[in-house]
């Protein structure tokens, strides 16, 4: 069902066409993954073999936790190893401290504006989590090197695009501890902030965290803008935080209150085939324990793109504790058949697949730049103050936009996440829960310009999950190739 919103003023340019997303029974087979145990059966040696067993390692061979000094080096070595294939990021927001926050992009032709679908992947929001920046990195190593060797990951990376931050909070991991060094500028340790409660959707109940730890205002903390503008400027499909520990995935809610996601059948049929391949527990966020401003949810509420905690391992201690991030990974030792890296195979798998987003077809004239925008607003939660005091949420204007270069041959096929919000349950008057089904009925506005700005032409493209939306630009060809008026 949905509810509320416009129909676009120029609904003649749209054709759509419904494509199915398989749910529960038959999940896998309709992502094209092979069943459990196919590869395995394909590769096992014959009744005369001789197998020799080796110790299992990572994709990197790395055997020790990662400084950030070699975070950051690995990351322009592969850059520097891989040209078309990685691509090195500064995000734009530095730390509290003055330090950058770096990533990486892997993909084919990765300096194109293509419209590939995007999975978002991160580590460290909690500078003491070690982890699950190995894990992150890991997982960065294994598409590299096995792109062009294996066939699956090659294909993915001829779809897909996958953004890397393995450290996001690199204040807190730099000295070791949870939070981020806030607004101290000897970054005290009592005016720290945990990331991952200062994210603006559902900020302010303190569910998790207290006013000096979720952070003075909603999204205030420049790492957590770094995660928001890269969300917001790209059409990220799935996004994976990674976390320690437990061996849980966590998908929305993240308080009880605000009740199911519109989009919980599709979530928990993806939270099954993921934990299918990791042995974790998958679970709404709430139901572990409720906290504010987490990722997930931020993310979800505002793009429809699924998010997704994973708490990798089961030692929070890290100490001694790298031959389990290895079997974690891996799916050797005391994970022996379940592993991580083929957990986050099928989140890939699943953020490439356009029958789980919207695709917006057409043609341009060759080197038009397309963009797609939307503007909404979010809400925080009732805003808890001390001695009792709960003042009204916070309005969070949110603006989400993407670009996309036409080709040589015009032809364009634009992945991106559906225009059909889900309904948020926290609101303007407090939480109200809104639950499976309900959603918005908006528009992405789509614009094509000049290489200069110009804009010759303005639809609005209404699509939902699943759906494929063509549109006419006419009226930008013509006036492009100089024909038209230039007014």
Wanted: charged share 20%; aromatic share 6%; hydrophobic share 35%.
């Amino acid at each position: 069902m949905s509810s509320g919103g416009t129909s676009p003023s120029t609904a003649s340019v749209v054709r759509k066409r419904v494509v199915t997303l398989a749910l529960g029974v038959g999940f896998l087979g309709g992502l094209g993954i092979p069943a459990a145990g196919a590869d395995v059966a394909a590769a096992a040696p014959g009744p005369q073999a001789v197998v020799q067993e080796q110790a299992p390692s990572l994709p990197s061979g790395r055997t020790t936790y990662r400084t950030i000094t070699d975070y950051n080096d690995e990351m322009v070595a592969l850059t520097a190893r891989h040209p078309g294939l990685v691509k090195h990021i500064t995000l734009p927001h530095k730390t509290r401290q003055g330090r950058e926050v770096y990533g990486i992009e892997v993909t084919h032709d990765v300096d194109a504006a293509d419209g590939k679908p995007v999975l978002l992947m991160m580590g460290v929001h909690h500078g003491n989590e070690w982890p699950s920046g190995e894990h992150t990195m890991e997982f960065a190593y294994d598409l590299i090197g096995n792109d062009g060797k294996d066939p699956r990951i090659t294909r993915l990376l001829d779809t897909a695009r996958v953004i890397f931050v393995p450290v996001v909070n690199v204040d807190g991991f730099v000295i070791n501890r949870r939070t981020s060094c806030g607004l101290s500028p000897a970054c005290a340790s009592n005016a720290g902030v945990d990331i991952n409660r200062n994210y603006p959707f559902g900020w302010g109940s303190n569910a998790g965290s207290n006013a000096t730890t979720r952070g003075p205002g909603p999204g205030s903390e420049p790492e957590v803008q770094n995660i928001m503008d890269l969300t917001k400027n790209n059409q990220v499909t799935v996004l994976i935080t990674n976390h320690t520990s437990g061996h849980t995935v966590l998908r929305p809610p993240l308080e009880k209150r605000a009740g199911d996601a519109p989009d919980e059948a599709v979530y928990a049929a993806l939270t099954d085939a993921i934990t299918a391949e990791n042995g974790y527990t998958g679970m709404k966020s709430g139901f572990d324990y409720e906290t504010t401003g987490e990722t997930p949810d931020w993310s979800y509420y505002a793009t429809r793109g699924l998010g997704f905690t994973f708490e990798i391992m089961k030692t929070q201690s890290t100490n001694n504790t790298y031959s389990e991030v290895i079997e974690d990974y891996t799916g050797t030792g005391r994970y022996e058949g379940k592993s991580n890296r083929e957990a986050f195979m099928v989140a890939l798998e699943y953020a490439a697949d356009p029958a789980a987003h919207s695709v917006i077809t057409g043609k341009a004239p060759k080197g038009a730049v397309l963009k797609v925008t939307k503007d909404f607003d979010l809400w925080t939660a009732p805003i808890r103050q001390s001695g009792d005091v709960v003042d009204p949420p916070q309005r969070v204007p949110t603006h989400l936009e993407s670009t996309l270069v036409a080709p040589t041959n015009g032809k364009f096929a634009w992945h991106v996440n559906p225009s059909v919000r889900p309904a948020p349950a926290y609101t303007e008057v407090g939480v109200v829960a809104t639950g499976p089904g309900n959603f918005i009925k908006e528009s992405w506005t789509l614009t094509c310009a000049r290489p200069t700005g110009e804009v010759l032409e303005t639809v609005h493209v209404t699509v939902d999950r699943g759906e494929q939306a063509d549109v006419r630009l006419q009226e930008c060809k013509t006036r492009f190739n100089g024909n038209g008026p230039k007014n």
